[in-house]
């Protein structure tokens, strides 16, 4: 008789079923008028307003949006959330740090260059109407690439973290929230208050998986894969982890037996990190960084500098 593997006497491991995604236009326009509803709600006599805002946001989620469809990432789906703002919701097998910054930059960096661009003909031929859709541009895009979570600049700092990762993500999580509900406060702006209050939750699950993956590192244990390729022999290692660490789940396994097996399994999903191939060279991180800072601040300069004048706006209103 064959001498067999020790780590061929785990049973299989459960099977996780993925909910398929499609993308559906229809579930986008619906969103889309939903979230013009709601601001039509309180801006009732800005009809023009509510317009270049969704314009706005939906050229900046198209830009994700191609650019994933692009790197062949599944389950794609761009949504409107109400008085909050939009998303595109993807994912890949496995990520590459270079296509995820151009994923991530295809947000902001053209929204800065069409607010550019509409800031320019709009000075030059004195158009209004022109001149407040690249201030909505410029604004809304500038905004987006300040480093606080979940913003596109949040999501560029994310992907220049390499050691420590589960720390600066809390620790950044942490001052995120703390900024937002700060500025909501004092701007009287509860939205924004309310949303750093929520993101306050995120940063207690950000402490969680710090800790556990921290107690992972000690033990020596891979948690860097997609939960396919983890064999079974490294799915109970990691499982006899988590339930080490969270008591409670403990508990209920003991009570439950296998009909827990599915949730312990979501537990072991939860605590893995998508593999990232950092292929992204020192020069393109430069670059992502000069075009990073000159989107910034350039704008800023063209509003608040001599290079335009706008007295012929002010003497329009």
């Known amino acids: 008789m064959e001498n067999q593997n020790p780590t061929d006497w785990y049973a299989p491991k459960p099977v996780l079923e993925k909910v398929k995604v499609r993308s559906n236009w229809g579930l986008t326009l619906f969103s889309v008028l939903l979230f013009a509803l709601s601001f039509l709600y309180i801006f009732s006599d800005e009809l023009d307003f509510v317009f270049y805002l969704v314009l706005v946001l939906f050229l900046h989620e198209l830009g994700h949006y191609l650019l994933m469809k692009q790197f062949k990432y599944e389950d794609l789906r761009m949504l409107f959330i109400p008085l909050m703002g939009a998303f595109v919701q993807g994912s890949k097998k496995h990520y590459s740090q270079k296509e995820s910054f151009l994923v991530i ?58 050691r420590k990762r589960d720390f600066f993500l809390l620790i950044f999580s942490l001052l995120s929230s703390l900024l937002m509900m700060t500025v909501g406060y004092f701007i009287e702006s509860w939205i924004l208050f309310a949303f750093g209050l929520l993101m306050s939750f995120k940063v207690r699950g950000f402490q969680r998986n710090y800790e556990l993956r921290k107690y992972l590192d000690q033990l020596q244990l891979n948690y860097e894969l997609n939960y396919e390729d983890l064999s079974d022999y490294d799915y109970h290692q990691l499982k006899n982890a988590i339930l080490d660490r969270q008591p409670r789940l403990a508990q209920l396994v003991q009570i439950q037996g296998a009909d827990a097996a599915e949730l312990v399994a979501a537990h072991v999903n939860a605590v893995l990190l998508a593999p990232l191939k950092r292929d992204a060279s020192t020069w393109f991180k430069a670059i992502i960084i000069v075009v990073w800072l000159l989107s910034i601040l350039l704008p800023v300069y063209l509003l608040l500098g001599p290079t335009y004048d706008f007295t012929w706006y002010f003497e329009k209103l």
């Open 105 to 162: 930059a295809a947000g902001p960096f053209p929204g800065v260059i069409l607010g550019l661009v509409c800031l320019h003909f709009s000075v030059a031929y004195q158009l209004s109407w022109l001149l407040e859709l690249s201030f909505l541009f410029l604004f809304l895009n500038v905004i987006n690439l300040f480093p606080i979570d979940p913003l596109d600049g949040g999501q560029l700092f994310k992907l220049f973290v390499k």
